[in-house]
């Protein structure tokens, strides 16, 4: 059985024009998958949906629906605010693009990890200081008392993007989503990023849904993809069969702009080799 | 200063409702300039010809409208059609010379502002603060203390407190386009800052101050009648709408037309001013006038 | 080796009561061997292309154009510098005046230079246009989007007509700060591969900011790798990159994104 199970999903804009349009995959727990599309090709927007979180005025059609074992079959279309509430953090949690945004920037992050951990597990006092300690280190962050008396402002951007993913933690989801993690991130930086994610993942056996633009991120992490364009799904399969034998016209000429800035780098190997 | 805030983190009107407000927004240039053309055409005639003289007090007083007084007369026995006319002219005249006045230093010392380094920008703000923080009324009362109580005085009072509304709003939208990186190409392009500030600056900022611009017309028209009332502004005979109105309220029962026509003059002024400047704005904005 | 036409001595910048940006930087541009500045955000990059394009004075050190120190005072040499030297910026939505058209936006050296002021007045209007024109077709840009506005374009044809611009004074030097980096990666190659032409057709010599190593690969033979506002390693982009030295550059060499390998 599917952990999500996206069917026939839909999203419309207020002036009526289709963002998305007859989308479908599934994510089985423990499995990552991938959503890879160029801006305005709708991945963000089924993040969203998913988390019904779409803005207003979108309309969103077909079916969403996450089986957790344990907490029952919820269909996401449609459902009212207090069900969704109860599902964000606990059943799905989003690690976002800007972590600035995602934090709020006058309060201290020891707090702002603190926030999630008290709500779900009802953590309070010198228990709850250690579990924001635990969840900071978790993420691999050197000196988590310091950076937990820290403001958002004060500490790097890679180091933001690791207490975003502590907060999305905190719940132990099982769906993690993962919405263009690295793209504001230095190259070095986000390669940390993507290993951290990798074992996080690992460790707690959670599905992944990781979105992102650049083919061979995307494809580092997770095992099945889909390709969208202009909201409509092109190709999907498993990552090497989609990487390594593309049919659809769009999705080989990602691939071939992917392989030929790879081979820019590939070619200084050789040279240095010769 | 929630205007100038919504003015200034105001979206320049993209999104999916931008296509359909497009269509609307020549029928509101076209409303607006009805509304302000028909003041207008009311004030130049009352440069040749009026139905009464402003001061003959023949037609007995609060007269309801009627022959041969179309409006009636006020509590004095003048001719309310007469002063609305005569209104227009000292209205149009207030909202224009303030505007002007005001509109000028604001740009000038908003610009001035927007270049300054930082500390010469800090004292320019805290200025504008100190300025914007002083009632408009405290200064006019200031400048009339200096001349006579008069248009002008009444002018240049509102037109010095606009003036440092204008130059804060310049100010932030000034650093905000030079943040932008079409004025560092502009300068490897070898453009000299006068050439930055002539085709740039002023094009990028024009539309939100010109609308800010607008709205500072319809509330000039309004202290200019808060001034009158306080014999601060436009001597009698001048009729303000303003003070029309104020000298109506007490016998607003008996003939309710007298505060009735004015009030709707300046809502009809107010509105149209605002309407043109919102449609002019798009006319003039290339990324409205062309959508594909 | 020909004299470099842009070169950083020594060059160190802070600002006012702070640590300083960039130290002891040196980097020569001569014609052909464009140079990528690669490090991480911070790293100083930025600052030192701004020194480079002369929007910035060194605190320390000289910026040498044709050999000779560059003094914003002298009008008639920072012109022709202006004339040889252009840059394209990162965000084409940035860089681009919303509220001109793209032949003013393209023909602004043009004016700015004073490049047409030699003509008789009439003619001069029609020689702008037919350099635009030349400016647009190099960059593949259809001749009618001289009468369009920049909304009117995609990310990728902004970039396009920022590049225009930018050759439109027929310089010898371009540089760029993360030309590509805002773009979609489809768009990015079409972008890397029209500044490869560039190159080759123009002779233009293309320094570049970028933390992406397979267009400063594609585009660039020389590469400075700066960390913390020093340059750490420099040299032939194939041996820096292909065997890098520092532990820096290594770390970078390795973090890039691979597709996952073709089956043998």
């Not at chain 1, 423990?30 to 005025?57: D, H, Q, V, Y």
């Not at chain 1, 989609?242 to 590939?266: I, M, Q, T």
Request: proline share 6%; glycine share 10%; with cysteine.
């Amino acid at each position: 059985m599917s952990l999500l199970e996206v069917a026939g999903l839909g999203v419309r804009s207020a002036d009526g024009r289709d963002l998305i349009s007859d989308l479908s995959f599934t994510v089985d727990a423990g499995t990552r998958f991938g959503l890879i599309g160029e801006s305005g090709s709708g991945k963000s927007l089924t993040a969203l949906a998913i988390m019904g979180l779409l803005p207003p005025g979108m309309t969103a059609s077909g079916s969403v629906t996450l089986d957790v074992p344990g907490r029952g079959r919820t269909e996401i279309v449609g459902a009212g605010e207090r069900l969704l509430n109860r599902l964000r953090g606990r059943t799905t949690s989003v690690v976002f693009q800007e972590p600035l945004t995602a934090l709020d920037p006058l309060m201290r992050i020891g707090h702002q990890v603190a926030e999630p951990l008290r709500r779900a597990q009802g953590l309070r006092g010198r228990a709850l200081k250690t579990a924001v300690t635990a969840a900071l280190e978790e993420v691999r962050l050197a000196e988590p008392d310091r950076i937990a008396r820290a403001y958002p402002h004060e500490i790097s951007g890679g180091q933001r993007q690791r207490v975003a993913i502590a907060m999305a933690l905190a719940c132990r989801p099982a769906l993690l989503i993962a919405d263009e993690p690295t793209t504001a991130l230095d190259v070095t930086v986000q390669a940390e990023i993507l290993a951290l994610l990798d074992g996080l993942v690992s460790a707690h056996s959670m599905a992944l849904l990781f979105i992102g633009h650049d083919l061979a991120v995307v494809s580092g992490i997770t095992d099945h993809v889909l390709i969208l364009k202009d909201g409509k799904a092109v190709e999907s399969g498993a990552v090497l069969d989609v990487v390594n034998a593309p049919r659809h016209p769009y999705a080989r000429e990602l691939v071939g702009s992917a392989r030929e800035l790879d081979a820019a780098l590939d070619r200084l190997g050789e040279g240095e080799r010769s | 200063m929630s205007v100038e805030q919504a003015l200034v983190g105001a979206p320049d009107g993209e999104g999916p409702k931008a296509a359909t407000r497009h269509v609307s927004r020549s029928v509101t240039l076209t409303i607006g300039c009805v509304l302000v053309g028909v003041i207008v055409l009311v004030a130049v005639v009352s440069l040749f010809w009026l139905p009464f003289a402003p001061e003959d007090t023949s037609g007995g007083r609060l007269m309801p409208p009627g022959a041969p007084h179309l409006l009636g007369t006020d509590k004095l026995g003048r001719d309310l059609l007469t002063q609305l006319m005569i209104g227009a002219r000292i209205a149009l005249a207030a909202g224009a010379g303030s505007v002007v006045l005001g509109g000028a230093i604001g740009i000038v010392a908003g610009l001035a502002a927007g270049f300054a380094t930082r500390w010469l920008d800090d004292v320019v703000s805290a200025l504008l603060d100190i300025l914007i923080a002083f009632p408009t009324l405290l200064l006019a009362m200031l400048v009339a203390a200096t001349q006579a109580a008069s248009l002008t005085s009444a002018i240049v009072a509102i037109g010095l407190a606009m003036s440092a509304i204008v130059a804060r709003l310049t100010r932030v939208l000034v650093k905000r386009v030079l943040a932008h990186d079409f004025i560092t190409a502009a300068r490897t392009s070898g453009t000299s800052w006068p050439r930055v500030v002539l085709e740039h600056v002023v094009p990028n900022i024009w539309p939100t101050v010109s609308v800010n611009l607008a709205l500072q017309f319809g509330l000039a028209v309004l202290a200019e009648a808060s001034l009158s009332y306080l014999g601060l502004g436009a001597p009698p005979p001048n009729a303000s709408w303003g003070r029309m109105l104020q000298e109506a309220q007490a016998s607003v029962f008996i003939a309710p037309v007298g505060v009735i026509a004015p009030g709707v003059l300046i809502v009809v002024l107010v509105i149209g001013v605002n309407l043109v400047a919102d449609g002019f704005r798009d006319v003039a904005d290339p990324t409205r006038r062309r959508r594909r | 080796m020909s004299r470099p036409i842009i070169e950083a001595r020594e060059v160190g910048f802070a600002y006012r009561r702070a640590p300083a940006v960039l130290t002891d930087v040196s980097i020569e541009i001569t014609q052909g061997r464009g140079v990528a500045l690669v490090g991480e955000s911070g790293a100083g990059k930025t600052t030192l292309l701004r020194l480079l394009l002369g929007l910035a004075t060194p605190t320390t050190g000289r910026i040498l154009f044709d050999g000779d120190t560059l003094a914003p005072g002298d009008r008639r040499r920072m012109r022709s510098f202006r004339r040889d030297v252009q840059t394209v910026f990162q965000d084409p939505y940035s860089s681009l005046d919303p509220r001109q058209s793209v032949a003013r936006i393209v023909s602004e050296p043009l004016r700015s230079l004073g490049l047409l002021r030699d003509l008789p007045r009439p003619e001069r209007r029609a020689a702008a246009g037919e350099r635009v024109a030349a400016a647009l077709h190099a960059v593949g840009l259809p001749e009618d989007a001289a009468g369009r506005y920049p909304h009117e374009f995609s990310g990728g044809q902004r970039q396009r007509v920022a590049i225009a611009r930018a050759i439109v004074s027929e310089p010898r030097v371009l540089l760029a700060d993360e030309p590509v980096s805002a773009l979609d990666v489809s768009t990015r190659v079409r972008i890397v591969d029209l500044l490869a032409e560039l190159r080759e057709t123009r002779g233009l010599t293309v320094v570049m900011v970028s933390h992406d190593l397979a267009v400063v690969a594609a585009l660039c033979p020389q590469v400075a790798v700066l960390e913390r506002g020093r340059v750490v390693e420099q040299g032939d982009t194939a041996a820096v990159l292909g065997s890098p030295r520092h532990a820096y550059t290594r770390r970078l060499v390795r973090s890039v994104p691979r597709l996952p390998a073709r089956p043998a």
